[in-house]
């Protein structure tokens, strides 16, 4: 240890850090403090999600989607239920942007996240789907 202390190369790296800690050092920070607001509890943000991915599913085209595939809307809207809220705020938000799609790019985005929709159900459900 004594001998790489010794190095011209140690010294300079040493030197250099040095001075870049000091730059870094000038300069000062900013700290700001407020108030978070509350979203009006996570009760009510979940039961509006519910509330939204139940309106998409009710819609004619899912609703047959879903009926070809062998699940019934009771057993989807079961399984809605029970999801993590992550993954219901992660559907309700694929459903906003399903609906915003009206221009043929959007129908096109909209059938891909109604597909990943469909799937995303009938894998919970244990269902399986073969393309022959």
Do not use: C
């Not at 000062?28 to 509350?38: F, H, K, L």
């Not at 985005?109 to 459900?125: D, K, S, T």
């Amino acid at each position: 240890m004594v001998t790489i202390r010794g190095t011209a190369w140690f010294f300079a790296l040493a030197i250099v850090m040095a001075g870049w800690m000091g730059v870094l050092g000038s300069f000062r920070g900013v700290a700001e403090a407020g108030m978070i607001d509350s979203h009006g509890g996570a009760g009510d943000l979940r039961a509006a999600e519910i509330a939204k991915v139940q309106t998409f599913l009710e819609q004619k085209v899912v609703l047959q989607k879903l009926v070809d595939y062998g699940v019934s809307p009771e057993e989807a809207m079961a399984k809605i239920r029970s999801m993590s809220d992550s993954d219901l705020h992660r559907l309700a938000s694929l459903t906003d942007r399903v609906a915003a799609g009206a221009d043929g790019l959007g129908l096109l985005i909209g059938l891909a996240v109604l597909v990943i929709l469909i799937l995303v159900i009938l894998m919970m459900v244990n269902k399986r789907v073969v393309v022959r």
